[in-house]
């Protein structure tokens, strides 16, 4: 017997399927399992698959998918913490919105906590349907990418431009285009979407219908 699909002549093979011919080598077997082949290379049915945890692959992506939002955290919010208890800034009053040094805290906090998970479950189709095959897919790792360049270059550009009410220069310039902004898009377009729908079931439900008559037959009485 010879594998079905490198046709070698081997001494130890495999059946994988219900089929005569489903007959294939080790390192057959080990290419269709790492290309994840879930039909018969014979007769296209269905594979019986046995499903099991990698323990080294559940611990890489538990330890990627923690320290990632930690270190990227971390990285946006160094900054603007320094600026908040630095000596020099505590003196200037105009650096403070409204004067309130805990108001600033609390736009951080809402900011970075609040607003920016949102953003990034929208921009992920998160919200569609609530499953995330692609933690990371490559269309947001090119937004984050951006976003977090765009960050750093906007942070370093206000920090050096002028250090006098630096907080509202970072606000205004930073904070707003990078994610207020983004959240009001998609408010915006749930509050139109949300409409659309409303009048959708309106039609849909207020509509009646019946048969149309495409000719009228007369049917002329004769006297017996």
Same mark, same amino acid.
């Given at each position: 017997?010879?594998?079905?699909?490198c046709?070698?002549?081997?001494?130890?093979?495999?059946?994988i399927?219900?089929?005569?011919?489903?007959?294939?080598?080790?390192?057959?077997?080990?290419?269709? +399992? #790492?290309?994840?082949?879930?039909?018969?290379? %014979?007769? /296209? /049915?269905?594979?019986t698959?046995? /499903?099991? +945890?990698?323990?080294f692959i559940?611990?890489?992506?538990?330890?990627?998918y923690?320290?990632?939002?930690?270190?990227?955290?971390?990285?946006?919010? #160094?900054?603007? *913490?320094?600026?908040?208890?630095?000596? *020099?800034?505590?003196? %200037?009053?105009?650096?403070?919105?409204?004067?309130?040094?805990?108001?600033?805290?609390?736009?951080?906090?809402?900011?970075?906590?609040?607003?920016?998970?949102?953003?990034?479950?929208?921009?992920? *189709?998160?919200?569609?349907?609530? %499953?995330?095959?692609?933690l990371?897919?490559?269309?947001?790792?090119?937004?984050?990418?951006?976003?977090?360049i765009?960050?750093?270059?906007?942070?370093?550009?206000?920090?050096?431009?002028?250090?006098?009410n630096?907080?509202?220069?970072?606000?205004?310039?930073?904070?707003?285009?990078s994610?207020?902004?983004?959240?009001?898009y998609?408010?915006?377009?749930? %509050?139109?979407?949300?409409?659309?729908?409303?009048?959708?079931?309106?039609?849909?439900?207020?509509?009646?219908?019946?048969?149309?008559?495409?000719?009228?037959?007369?049917?002329?009485?004769?006297?017996?």
């Amino acid at each position: 017997m010879i594998c079905i699909i490198c046709h070698d002549d081997l001494l130890i093979l495999s059946k994988i399927c219900i089929c005569n011919d489903s007959i294939v080598c080790v390192a057959c077997l080990n290419m269709l +399992n #790492f290309n994840k082949v879930i039909k018969c290379p %014979n007769c /296209r /049915r269905l594979l019986t698959l046995e /499903r099991f +945890n990698n323990i080294f692959i559940n611990l890489k992506y538990i330890l990627f998918y923690c320290i990632t939002p930690l270190l990227f955290f971390t990285l946006q919010l #160094f900054p603007i *913490n320094y600026i908040l208890n630095d000596e *020099n800034n505590e003196k %200037n009053e105009n650096c403070n919105i409204m004067k309130n040094r805990d108001f600033q805290y609390y736009i951080m906090i809402f900011s970075f906590l609040i607003i920016q998970p949102i953003n990034y479950y929208f921009y992920s *189709n998160f919200f569609i349907n609530r %499953n995330q095959y692609n933690l990371l897919s490559n269309t947001i790792l090119l937004l984050l990418f951006f976003y977090f360049i765009g960050f750093i270059i906007l942070s370093l550009l206000v920090i050096l431009y002028d250090y006098n009410n630096i907080f509202s220069r970072f606000f205004w310039l930073v904070i707003i285009p990078s994610q207020y902004l983004p959240f009001l898009y998609i408010i915006i377009k749930l %509050n139109f979407q949300y409409i659309l729908n409303i009048i959708s079931y309106i039609k849909r439900n207020s509509a009646q219908s019946k048969i149309l008559v495409k000719n009228i037959i007369k049917i002329e009485e004769f006297e017996i």
